[in-house]
């Protein structure tokens, strides 16, 4: 039922932006199109989509958290923020001038590994820190949860086909 529902959102999302640019040429088509816009307006959220939220915390929804573990949970996430923020912030100016520095012909080889390794090592940094917050968050829960969580991640796995990896 989920692939139907997603298949069926993935075609509309695709045609409606269509039938309005359409409707711009064809005016006396537009009346189908609004009907087609409203009525997909009105159609209340399936619980069968996914949340907005990505990655652990998507998962930390599925774990019938406590009210304190919640506000742990937010806290441990809004104090990494800032930090997850400004490496993201330096590894994109990082990789924009590695981008400058292969465009100019004058770079030399010795230049362009020295800005690949400075790359290499904001992405690691930015790695090492997810998962240290992911470590504070989950010190969070409770053994049934942690053991609950490691079900919802094997089975995330076997969906998408990623055993052993």
């Known amino acids: ?22 409707a711009q040429f064809h005016p006396q088509q537009t009346k189908s199109t609004s009907i087609v816009s409203q009525s997909i307006a ?12 990505k990655g652990p915390m998507r998962l930390f929804e599925q774990l019938n958290l406590t009210p304190e573990q919640s506000e742990q949970i937010e806290t441990i996430k809004q104090n990494s923020q800032a930090d997850h923020e400004t490496l993201r912030e330096e590894l994109r100016q990082a990789k924009d001038q590695m981008r400058s520095l292969l465009a100019s012909s004058d770079t ?3 230049q362009l590994r020295q800005q690949q390794q400075q790359v290499q090592n904001l992405e690691q940094q930015l790695k090492n820190q997810k998962f240290e917050t992911m470590l504070q968050m989950r010190e969070v829960l409770t053994p049934e949860q942690l053991t ?9 796995h076997q969906r998408r086909g990623m055993r052993d990896r």
Do not use: C, G
Request: glycine share 0%.
């Open 108 to 110: 030399s080889v010795e």
């Open 1 to 22: 039922m989920k692939w139907r529902t997603l298949s069926t959102v993935a075609a509309l999302s695709l045609i409606l932006p269509v039938s309005a640019y359409a």
């Open 148 to 156: 609950q969580m490691a079900d919802l991640i094997e089975q995330h």
């Open 42 to 53: 009105q159609t209340p959220p399936d619980d069968n989509f996914r949340s907005e939220k």
